[in-house]
Structures are given as C-alpha cells and as structure tokens.
C-alpha cells in the first residue's frame, strides 16, 4: 500500500497547516503510524507518532503545537500543526509499520517503519 501526503506548503511564522496522508491502495489497518520530517542535509527526525489505539508520542520540539490524529477504517493520518516556526521547515513524510506492530519507544526512528509516502514540503518564513 502506497501513503501519499498532502497539505504541504509555505506559511508565514506562527501560521498553521494540516497535514493528511492516505493509502492509496487497500491494505490492512496498521498500529503504527508517524510522521517524519528531514531537512536536505540532515538526518531524518520523528515528529510523532500514533497507534490504533490512539495513544500518541511527539517530539519535544513540537509538544503543545502539533497534534496527530488518524482516522482508523481507512487508515488515514492527519498531523495539525499550529504556532509553525522556521525551524519546522523541513519535507514530512507518513510511515506506518507493519500492520501488527505498536509503535514502541523507538517510534522516532525511521528505521522502524517499513511503508514510506513520498513526502510533503513546509517551508515556513
């Protein structure tokens, strides 16, 4: 099942953008979902993550002003970010582990996740 983003796009500080990501094929419901982000150059970073069951994990950086969600049935997954600052410039990918897998307390790495859309760009000035 290939994940697809959208929602991307630039935004002056303080402003905010939704995320979403969609499968774009049928597949079963997976426990894992996060999101990701990198910045040309550098290594990858977990924003957040979410499993079914709805329990969440963010990164420091990003506590208070982003908030993942998912939409279990369909296996979409949403990430509201608000107050957006320059250093949340970065691509944002969705990732999802394989279906039976929880999220874990390595849910920032990316290593951990086996299915990858293709990414979407925030650029905020």
């Known amino acids: 099942v290939q994940l697809v983003e959208s929602g991307g796009g630039s935004v002056t500080a303080g402003g905010s953008l939704r995320l979403s990501c969609s499968p774009s094929?049928?597949?079963?419901?997976?426990?894992?979902m996060g999101w990701i982000r990198q910045v040309s150059g550098k290594e990858r970073e977990g924003v957040a993550s979410?499993?079914?069951?709805?329990?969440?994990t963010y990164a420091d950086s990003v506590k208070g002003r982003f908030t993942i969600s998912r939409d279990n049935p369909r296996n979409f997954l949403y990430l509201q970010m608000d107050k957006l600052t320059p250093q949340d410039s970065a691509r944002y990918s969705c990732a999802a582990r394989q279906p039976f897998e929880r999220c874990g307390s390595t849910w920032y790495d990316g290593g951990i996740y086996s299915n990858w859309g293709q990414g979407t760009q925030v650029t905020v000035s």
């Open positions: 094929g049928y597949g079963h419901i997976t426990k894992c």
């Open positions: 979410i499993d079914s069951d709805g329990e969440t």
